[in-house]
């Protein structure tokens, strides 16, 4: 297959999905991301880099945001948010910082693809991203590309969209936002 082949499957494969999407649960998490003092994001992988993207586009709006592990991590509250990216929601790793979260108060939301996984009895919020996973659970959009790849490319869009809706909800001027842009580049 050619180049603009593949790409139109992969475009098509985004659109599907994201039109899947839940607009309640979106909501939902804009409204968790409003009310916290700072949003935390947890993932492994590919995912993590997905969600560094979204916390930086976050931090461009002037939301205090926080990815886990870094040097400078500040302590979770009964304030924060915490937001874990995992397409299964049984990954190890963000499994057990949720529970440390929990132990804090913290609020949680969930975004993946299993809304049945270890993580759904931890989290206050979740939104599907209802792509095909290892799992090969009902409702799951295929997908031609490798692993998990419609996932992560769905999350990073999934940021991107939620940071316009912030936007447009609050009626930010865009000029005005690189305030927030890193300048020692």
């Known amino acids: 297959m050619s180049f603009n082949q593949v790409q139109k499957e992969i475009l098509s494969e985004l659109i599907s999905t994201l039109e899947a999407v839940s607009n309640e649960q979106v909501d939902q998490l804009i409204g968790a991301i409003e009310q916290a003092d700072r949003v935390f994001f947890v993932g492994v992988g590919?995912?993590?880099?997905?969600?560094e993207a979204v916390a930086k586009?976050?931090?461009?709006?002037?939301?205090?945001?926080?990815?886990?592990?870094?040097?400078?991590?500040?302590?979770?509250t009964e304030n924060d948010l915490l937001i874990v990216g995992s397409g299964s929601g049984e990954s190890l790793f963000p499994l057990g910082i949720t529970r440390k979260a929990?132990?804090?108060?913290?609020?949680?939301?969930h975004?993946?693809?299993?809304?049945?996984?270890?993580?759904?009895?931890?989290t206050d919020y979740f939104v599907r991203i209802p792509v095909q996973t290892k799992l090969n659970l009902p409702g799951e959009i295929p997908s031609i590309q490798p692993m998990t790849s419609l996932f992560e490319q769905s999350l990073l869009l999934l940021g991107d969209t939620i940071a316009?809706?912030?936007?447009?909800k609050n009626q930010i001027d865009l000029p005005k936002l690189w305030q927030y842009h890193a300048n020692l580049e």
């Open 46 to 51: 590919r995912v993590l880099l997905s969600l």
């Open 57 to 76: 586009r976050l931090a461009h709006l002037g939301v205090d945001t926080v990815v886990v592990g870094q040097i400078t991590e500040p302590a979770i």
């Open 102 to 109: 929990r132990s804090f108060n913290a609020k949680v939301a």
């Open 111 to 122: 975004i993946g693809a299993n809304p049945k996984s270890s993580m759904s009895e931890l």
């Open 164 to 168: 316009l809706m912030i936007i447009q």
